[in-house]
């Protein structure tokens, strides 16, 4: 059974051919810090000279490439790698350099060097450190392990999933010599040892395997949505290399198979892929063979603590049918048989590990014995499988329903981390070995446990939706299972839904509607209907009866604010805002159920505040409340604008025992609050149907009196399943309108003046008259670029590097205005901390930089790399890092450390160290450790470890010290994505908005990013204003595109999943009329033109040679001839018919207006009429 290895390489844009990049420039993913060796890399890496010599190969170079650990992965020629002694040796220790032969990579088993197996005396000792590092590469049979070559995140398809890809895989052909410096000083030898961190794997790459050629289709996103490999199990594909089994190989290789199987289809000429399919097919059979039938008997012996049996297998398994060893090896434990001799182990320990074998009950053993064996799982995995806790793993499965159908391993099995998964690969080749092994499949590869164990692996996949269409996941797991080999093969049907339904509702909900079948999973749809359960029971009640009145009058006071710049400017402005506000008040005062609803500016927290206070007055000081929120941030927040407790509501689940160590959620058995009479939760938008539904299984509604979201639905939609809140808002604006709070007068705009608020309302859901007035107004000056108003700036950019110039040039431009005088080239760290000040004191809140992608130049990794360089790079430079972090840098907690893994930290107020809970997206600035306090001036001092003030715990301070615990928990932060920004705010931001990239973009994550800003946004865009205007289109809606069901069941169009085969741009498809077209009037236009064949574009900008525009309605090719349609749905509103009146001169003024039609609402909906206008116009 040989052991195969992963190997990370850095990113590289011509196959790993051993040349330089065609186009270096573009590669920001290999001197990302997830690269191999991305430090390196970054430091090294000549730009200048690297586009000179783009495709150049590195053997014709004279220097030696700083990737030269692996772009000769699949290299035919021999290059020169190198490696500079760490400057910590402090010597005259020299450069190594070494060739690289033919199909070579450069690796180094990191995890082993940092194990506690490789310290002595509590620090990590050379010598044991180099046993570690011989055992790996010792487990690697030359000629028979396979090497699988891996990006990690910094990749261009993954990396903003922070998700490995894989790149190919070969046969292990030679593991080179370890090496070491050369004039290393004798000190320097005895502390660290002398290897060089790296040693040479060559492949047999030509013969045996098989690259994805990625570099051929990266300007076609189609073809690399089926090429690229993202693991399931990541847990193989961490620290520079991993090694594992035969079975995960096995589902690799599968894997790699169905990827050339594409290839062959698609024509790709970069291999002969006919042979290479016929290797990864023999490849299969070989590691079947390897694997055996019963991979997962050693793990299942050291469980029954029988470890010495493992030794027994090892040996006996070449020369004895492995279900003979078994035969034996539990005949054993039952004392039916004798121990052979070959099994060293005493009468005393056997008898003791006989006893515990009895003890187990029937299902155990039989679970053990005959089921467990057949799968490659960890002794880990195992235990948390048979422990009567196994729901804490969330299996809720009995053992005997396990033994009837192992799927429901893959199915529910949650491990510790991410990294821990039972994949349905890994169960599949329990249940199906190869006929090859002569032993029988566990049941027919149509069977329905099979079919429901696929339906959900798909359903996971697309875990942002409660269901799917079942022709959809059919579809989908159809095309797996056509590339499976001949004897797993199948193809499932609607009619294997509806005749195997009992089977399948074991597990999935099947909904039915006269078009179509629909697939939930079953606990997904059983949240939903608690979170509609409790809806509806809070609404079904009675106004709340008050125990001493509060009128309006008491709303006045409490919502009145006597510094108001709009009572100062706008008094009569203000007095109608405070009659809004008022009104909102009284309206949902007393309802049960209510939300607070408006968009960033309008005031949520004023009447949020006021809503408290009213509560306490109308039932005394002794009302209870709980305060939550989704992140550690947005609780507080709360509290801080409130001046009430706050937590996160996983912190209140997991006090009551409703959340698990691995943060998943209990269905069952945590306690339930009795003694809270009023829950506000507060950004409602960003939680997803899991969380709301433990959290209200979590409360007694007996004792609930109110029941208050807050919210704003036009942000991003919750990282998880569903969107509840915008399902409990539309539903309650039909049913129980009084039950909502619409805050639509923006308050802060208001106050402070300015323009972004208004671009933010553009891309908001709905159509009003402000908005649509608006819409052209607002664009037409961010088009102008520059300073727009006293709150927003545009900058445009062209390419990665223009933006990198401007955001440097802006941050200076912002840092001399806010100082009055030039900034110092020789201090620009100084002068860069004035941007993170607020209220005169360091804060992390002050000032941020935000991009929807982690890749590409315009990304968060590279924007991050460029501000460190440029004004923290001395302290880089003159005093290290720990995984790309150095002193002062501004850093992001990616991780969260719930009460399960805390960090110890020391609390300077108590003195003490102490544990501290930090979660994901929490802020924080780098310090000197006290340690260091004294000597981190000196000259050769290079940083070992640091501490982390996070904000808003500055009284803590987190302690780091290695590279690793860096790498596992930070990033810096200069720049972050906007979904991490999501529940903060900053007193300045730069928001970077890519054209040339669209995935993920939508109008509810530009509207969350460009929200963020409380003082100003300096909008970096790529080009022009086109992706502001897609941006603002009502397919642009992520939200939309969610099926969700809280309350009712409204199907999104299939059409929606394939976009990328149909979309353009304007154009409307048929069917999506009434999901892409603002009105309802607009949609009857639309359907004219479909029904009379007149192709058409809706909301396109019409360009002047001016270079000003507009968006008529409706763009209509004619006869040759451009025209165009503007419907008029509210002359009656003045402040429309001005707008109307000023488009129209422009239309005349640019000699337009001959081919323009107009149709209006006067007489309300006239579709004749229109149809009528539209073709007299056109003389058809």
């Not at 023999?282 to 019963?294: P, T, V």
């Not at 009675?542 to 009145?549: A, E, M, Q, T, V």
């Not at 997803?688 to 004792?703: E, H, P």
Request: aromatic share 12%.
């Amino acid at each position: 059974m040989p052991n195969h290895l992963s190997v990370r390489i850095a990113w590289h844009d011509n196959g790993w051919n051993g040349r330089v990049c065609n186009n270096p420039k573009e590669n920001v993913y290999c001197v990302g810090r997830y690269s191999f060796p991305g430090d390196v890399i970054a430091s090294k890496r000549n730009l200048e000279w690297e586009e000179e010599n783009s495709g150049v190969h590195a053997s014709e170079l004279p220097r030696v490439l700083p990737c030269s650990y692996s772009i000769n992965a699949f290299g035919d020629s021999e290059i020169t790698a190198e490696n500079e002694p760490p400057v910590f040796f402090n010597d005259n220790t020299k450069t190594k350099k070494w060739n690289m032969p033919p199909y070579s990579i450069n690796t180094w088993p990191y995890e082993a060097m940092y194990d506690e197996s490789a310290k002595r005396n509590g620090r990590f000792d050379p010598e044991l450190r180099a046993k570690n590092m011989r055992e790996y590469f010792a487990d690697l049979e030359q000629g028979t392990s396979l090497i699988f070559y891996y990006a990690n995140y910094d990749n261009p398809f993954s990396g903003e999933d922070k998700k490995y890809v894989l790149v190919g895989v070969a046969r292990l052909k030679e593991i080179g010599d370890e090496m070491t410096y050369e004039n290393q000083s004798e000190e320097s030898l005895n502390r660290f040892g002398g290897f060089v961190w790296g040693r040479v794997i060559q492949s047999n790459y030509a013969e045996e395997g098989m690259r994805i050629p990625y570099h051929r289709y990266m300007d076609n996103e189609e073809i690399l949505s089926k090429l690229a490999f993202i693991p399931e199990n990541q847990r193989n594909f961490k620290y520079g290399t991993r090694k594992f089994s035969d079975d995960e190989a096995l589902g690799l290789i599968e894997r790699f198979l169905d990827i050339a199987h594409t290839l062959k289809e698609l024509g790709d000429t970069t291999e002969d892929w006919n042979q290479r399919i016929n290797w990864l097919s023999s490849l299969i059979n070989e590691l079947w063979e390897h694997r055996g039938l019963l991979p997962g008997l050693p793990a299942v012996m050291n469980y029954v603590n029988f470890s010495k049996a493992i030794p027994y297998v090892k040996t006996q398994i070449a020369k004895t049918d492995i279900r003979e060893i078994k035969e034996t090896l539990f005949g054993l434990l039952e004392g039916k048989v004798e121990a052979p001799p070959s099994l060293n182990i005493d009468k005393t320990e056997l008898k003791k590990i006989q006893r515990h074998w009895k003890i187990k009950d029937d299902e155990e053993r039989t679970i053990l014995k005959d089921v467990l064996p057949r799968f490659d799982l960890s002794k880990e995995q195992i235990e948390r499988i048979v422990s009567e806790n196994r729901d804490e793993s969330g299996v809720y499965s009995s053992l005997s329903e396990i033994i009837e159908n192992p799927y429901l391993l893959n199915e529910e099995y949650i491990g510790d981390d991410s990294d821990d998964r039972i994949t349905f690969y890994k169960i599949d080749h329990g249940v199906f070995p190869s006929p090859d092994l002569g032993e029988e499949s566990m049941m027919d590869t149509d069977d329905p446990r099979r079919l429901k164990a696929l339906c959900c692996e798909v359903l996971k996949q697309f875990n942002q939706h409660a269901f799917l269409d079942a022709k959809q996941i059919l579809n989908k797991l159809n095309k797996s299972l056509s590339h499976m080999p001949e004897y797993k093969k199948d193809s499932f049907t609607l009619r294997h839904i509806e005749v195997d339904e009992d089977e399948l509702a074991k597990s999935l909900y099947i909904r039915k509607t006269d078009q179509s079948i629909y697939l939930y999973r079953k606990h997904v749809y059983e949240l939903e209907r608690q979170i509609e359960k409790v809806i509806r029971t809070l609404l079904s009640r009675s106004k709340i009866k008050l125990k001493y009145p509060v009128t309006d009058n008491d709303w006045e006071n409490m919502l009145y604010s006597p510094k108001s710049p709009i009572l100062e400017k706008a008094p009569e402005q203000y007095k109608n805002i405070l009659n809004e506000q008022v009104e909102i008040c009284r309206q949902i005062f007393r309802q049960p159920i209510s939300i607070i609803h408006g968009e960033a500016g309008t005031g949520k927290t004023t009447i949020l505040k006021s809503i408290i206070n009213g509560i306490m007055k109308a039932h005394g000081e002794g009302t209870t409340f709980q305060l939550l929120a989704p992140t550690g941030k947005a609780a507080d927040r709360l509290r801080e604008r409130t001046g009430k407790a706050a937590e996160t509501i996983h912190s209140f689940l997991a006090k009551r025992g409703w959340l698990n160590n691995n943060m998943t959620f209990k269905r069952s058995g945590g306690t339930v609050e009795t003694n809270v009479t009023t829950y506000i939760i507060d950004e409602a938008s960003m939680i997803d149907v899991n969380l709301l539904a433990t959290l209200f299984k979590a409360i007694n509604l007996n004792t609930v009196q109110r029941l208050i979201f807050v919210g704003d639905v036009n942000q991003l939609p919750p990282i998880g399943v569903g969107k509840p809140f915008s399902d409990i808002l539309h539903w309650l604006k039909s049913k129980f309108p009084e039950s909502i709070g619409m805050l639509k007068t923006n308050c802060r705009q208001l106050e402070s003046g300015g323009i972004s608020l208004k671009l933010a309302s553009l891309y908001t859901e709905g159509s009003n008259v402000e908005k649509e007035i608006n819409s052209e107004d607002v664009l037409q000056k961010v088009q102008k670029g520059g300073k727009i108003d006293k709150d927003l700036s545009v900058v445009y950019w062209n390419d990665g590097e223009e933006l990198k110039r401007k955001i440097y040039q802006t941050i200076i431009s912002d840092i001399e205005e806010m100082r009055g005088e030039k900034v110092d080239p020789e201090r620009l760290w100084e002068d860069f901390k004035i941007l993170n000040q607020e209220d005169g004191n360091h804060s992390a809140e002050a000032f941020q930089i935000i991009s929807p992608y982690r890749g590409e130049a315009f990304g968060t990794e590279s924007i991050n790399q460029l501000i460190q360089d440029v004004f923290n790079g001395s302290n880089k430079t003159n005093k290290g890092n720990l995984g790309g972090v150095s002193y002062f840098d501004k850093v992001i907690q990616y991780k969260n450390r719930p009460k399960s893994n805390p960090y110890w930290a020391y609390n300077m107020q108590t003195r003490s160290n102490e544990k501290v809970q930090i979660f994901n997206g929490e802020l924080g600035f780098v310090h000197v450790h006290p340690f260091d306090k004294k000597k981190w001036y000196w000259n050769n001092f290079r940083l070992q470890q640091f501490q982390v003030l996070f904000n808003r715990k500055e009284h803590y301070r987190v302690n780091f010290n290695s590279k690793s615990a860096v790498e596992e928990n930070l990033e810096l932060a200069y720049a972050i994505s906007v979904h991490k920004s999501q529940g903060s705010e900053f007193k300045r931001v730069y928001f970077v908005l890519p054209k040339s990239k669209k995935r993920l973009l939508s109008k509810e994550l530009f509207y969350t990013g460009i929200t963020r800003a409380q003082v100003h946004t300096t909008l970096f865009v790529e080009e022009d204003i086109s992706p502001l205007l897609s941006l603002s289109r009502k397919e642009a809606s992520e939200l939309i595109k969610i099926n969700s069901s809280t309350f009712e069941f409204e199907p999104i169009p299939l059409e929606f999943f394939d976009m990328d085969e149909w979309y353009e741009e304007g154009k409307i498809h048929r069917t999506l009329s009434d999901h892409m077209v603002q009105s309802k009037n607009e949609v009857i236009i639309a359907n004219i033109l479909f029904e009379e064949g007149i192709p058409f574009q809706y909301d396109v900008p019409l360009y002047a040679d001016d270079g000003t525009f507009y968006r008529p309605d409706f763009t209509l090719q004619y006869r040759g001839d451009e025209w165009y349609i503007e419907h008029l749905g509210m002359l009656n509103v003045p402040s429309y018919r001005e707008h109307w009146e000023k488009k129209k001169k422009w239309y005349d003024k640019h000699g337009f207006s001959q081919r323009l039609i107009v149709t209006a609402d006067l007489n309300g909906v006239d579709a004749k009429a229109w149809r009528n206008v539209i073709l007299d116009s056109l003389n058809k």
